[in-house]
């Protein structure tokens, strides 16, 4: 089953914010993420909020839950009074193809219709390569995406098998190239590297894939197995063997000279990109504490410190919004120390770091430390910012761990 919502105060039946929340907003870039709860299958490793047909049975629909969608996207523009366009759009889930390209089209004219999108702003769907073709590609392009995410996480059919994939191992690349046929310059692919079973020929037979993609961003993700999962089930009774830290740590170093040998550079532990017009802006937004409304079951929303998460159920989501009523489950009102503990665990997964003026006293000292340790590089420090080295990019939580 999905994971659990945070705990935190009670929000609001109307969704207000405090004033200090909307104070400058429209000064820091502004985006919306729209969760789609819907998958065709439920994958081994996955906690996200989605269900299958099966799982809500007659309770909730996509028509229904875009008749919501509608509403608390009227309900978002009135809490933030005359909203900053929107500069970046994230439709993920849970499978968002499977809403097909006219559902993908309306969930952008109800985007346009309550906030407008600002020039050049960025509008990205994941898709599961399985549920995309040549024709939904062209007509979602045509609808105004920019951008498309497609999950691929290995070339390997037994890799795949034990994620409980039902791709075959071609199609992410054919559907890569479909995209860029139809005129998408962004394209994506997502890698889970660490899969019991997965050997490093196998990792290196995805990245070749990827490769021969013609790509111009790829993410890669350690295998986490997280609690609540068929896969922590298994690991469990023993069927599968926990992911190896100090596997996961070569295929780490593998994948980053794949990418930097095919001209992609890292940008955020966890992502590489051709250019700085490759970069997702969406997911740098969130890396730099920018505002953003998520709208849809389960979404996680900030807006000038002040952060919020609706209720996870597609049926109970609807039915509140029908009734006039936020389906925001909670909220907290971040204190100004809970912010810089935020950037410094964000802003330092970024090759451009972290300025040394966030830390305090402790901090700095310790950021001392992890420049002799080779951590964090020496002439950046020098410059008054925190960057990662390699190594510490190994390390990244330890890291934070650190300076926090």
Partial sequence: MPSALPTGDPAPPDGSLPVTALAGLGTRPFGLYVHVPFCATRCGYCDFNTYTAGELGTSASPESWLEGLRRELDLAAGVLGGPPPVDTVFVGGGTPSLLGASGLAAVLDAVRSSFGLAGGAE?????????????????????????????????????????????????????????????????????????????????????????????????????????????????????LPMPDDDVLADKYELIDAAMTARGLRWYEVSNWAASEASECRHNVLYWQGADWWGAGPGAHSHVGGVRWWNVKHPAKYASLLASGTSPAAGREVLSEEDRRVERILLELRLASGLSVDVLDDDGRSEAKVAVRDGLLDESAFAAGRCVLTDRGRLLADAVVRRLT
Wanted: overall charge negative.
């Fill in 123 to 239: 509008v990205t769907t994941e898709s599961n390569p399985e549920s995309t073709s040549p024709e939904f590609f062209a007509a979602i392009r045509d609808a105004g995406y920019t951008r498309v995410s497609l999950g691929m996480q290995s070339a390997a059919r037994h890799v795949l098998a034990v994620l409980d994939r039902v791709h075959t191992p071609g199609r992410p690349v054919a559907a890569a190239v479909e995209a860029r046929a139809a005129g998408f310059d962004h394209v994506n692919l997502d890698l889970i590297y660490g899969t019991p079973g997965e050997s490093v020929d196998d990792l290196k037979a995805s990245l070749d894939a990827v490769g021969s993609a013609g790509v111009d961003h790829v993410s890669a993700y350690a295998l986490i197995v997280e609690e609540g999962t068929a896969l922590a089930r298994r690991v469990r009774r023993g069927e």
